[in-house]
């Protein structure tokens, strides 16, 4: 439910053309524009009333609503997890020049993801430019396709050959 704003261009994926679009639109047609035939399915905003599914990507701004999708996934896990998929929940954090990906699949996951939680509240307030560069931003997403990459290899494989 967020616009693309003057200082979100250099460090996200998008241009000077998605400002006053709403983010998702215009990532939607940038990963379009990357992968013809891609197909990217939006859902507006993730709260309450939003499922999980067996593999969730985090890239949210606020902790309030990473909290969310983690019980909502958590709870899919408990009753609807299926041992045949690659099940695992992704968080990516970045602020400026620093990141931290978390990589959920088992309970000792869950309980230092649960550990490290914090509110919104403790984030330092600064100007968006420099809790999030385009560099990081990208390094992030790139370990986050590994880890999906080597997570969905390793279970089609049977065996833990792929660094998880």
Not at 6 to 23: E, F, M, T
Not at 27 to 46: D, L, S
């Amino acid at each position: 439910m967020d616009s693309v704003e003057a200082h979100n261009i250099g460090g996200q994926l998008l241009s000077q053309n998605d400002i006053g679009q709403s983010k998702t639109s215009s990532i939607q047609m940038a990963i379009a524009n990357y992968t013809p035939g891609a197909i990217v399915n939006t859902y507006g905003q993730f709260d309450e009333g939003s499922y999980a599914m067996p593999i969730m990507i985090l890239a949210v701004d606020n902790m309030h609503v990473r909290k969310i999708a983690f019980e909502k996934w958590y709870e899919y896990q408990k009753t609807n997890g299926n041992k045949a998929a690659p099940n695992i929940l992704i968080d990516g954090r970045l602020e400026g020049e620093q990141g931290i990906i978390y990589a959920l699949d088992s309970a000792s996951d869950v309980k230092r993801w649960q550990k490290e939680w914090f509110p919104d509240e403790k984030i330092s307030d600064g100007p968006c430019t420099m809790r999030s560069t385009s560099y990081n931003g990208a390094m992030i997403a790139a370990n986050i396709v590994a880890i999906v990459n080597n997570k969905i290899a390793n279970k089609k494989t049977g065996d833990n050959i792929r660094e998880f």
